[in-house]
T-cell receptor, first 110, second 116 residues
């Protein structure tokens, strides 16, 4: 099955700085890569996703890049704000269930 | 449509009791998934349905666990003879899946189970 690795496990940035979280996957058949934000006591919330036929996607302060050859994808958050503090998960899937990374706890320091 | 709904939000039960959780997916979605998440970990896949058919079960789904999705709408996850190790957040998700693509993966808020 798919194996998704995520780094770093914790990340602290000053408000206004950028944050980058990186993931690698193992199954070349994976073609959909969502990113989720999870706040304490809540379910994961989809924040951005990318398909394997696209190299980059941006939505306001959030962007995701995908390198199919190297099997890695990254989340970029610019101009971070305190409300961005949460746990972020990357995931990968082909046509069936999602496989998740182990999560990154992002702390934005005011 | 208000998204994926799960009930109850919290459940405390004594070891050995049976518990049942319910999930109502997004109505346009044909696939429904159950995941389990323990503290500090990512969600782990348990099982999924396409319409009413249960297509895949993880090795994590012991014989004490059973899931159903009658008529391809809501789903229930039952845990029999609960153990302390079953304490976790149980997440439901739904999506629209085809043989080649899967999209719109949306999670509910989860049911937090505590076995005492």
């Amino acid at each position: 099955g798919e194996n998704v690795e995520q780094h770093p496990s914790t990340l602290s940035v000053q408000e206004g700085d950028s944050a980058v979280i990186k993931c690698t996957y193992s199954d070349s058949a994976s073609n959909y890569f969502p990113w989720y934000k999870q706040e304490l006591g809540k379910g994961p919330q989809l924040i951005i996703d990318i398909r394997s036929n696209v190299g980059e996607k941006k939505d306001q302060r959030i962007a995701v890049t995908l390198n199919k050859t190297a099997k890695h994808f990254s989340l970029h958050i610019t101009e971070t704000q305190p409300e961005d503090s949460a746990v972020y998960f990357c995931a990968a899937t082909g046509a069936n269930n999602l496989f998740f990374g182990t999560g990154t706890r992002l702390t934005v320091i005011p | 449509d208000t998204g994926v709904s799960q009930d109850p939000r919290h459940k405390i039960t004594k070891r050995g009791q049976n518990v049942t959780f319910r999930c109502d997916p997004i109505s346009e979605h044909n696939r429904l998934y159950w995941y389990r998440q323990t503290l500090g970990q990512g969600p782990e896949f348990l099982t999924y349905f396409q319409n009413e058919a249960q297509l895949e079960k993880s090795r994590l789904l012991s014989d004490r666990f059973s899931a159903e999705r009658p008529k391809g709408s809501f789903s229930t996850l039952e845990i029999q003879r609960t153990e302390q190790g079953d304490s976790a957040m149980y997440l439901c998700a739904s999506s629209y899946g085809t043989p080649n693509f899967n999209y719109g993966y949306t999670f509910g808020s989860g049911t937090r189970l505590t076995v005492v």
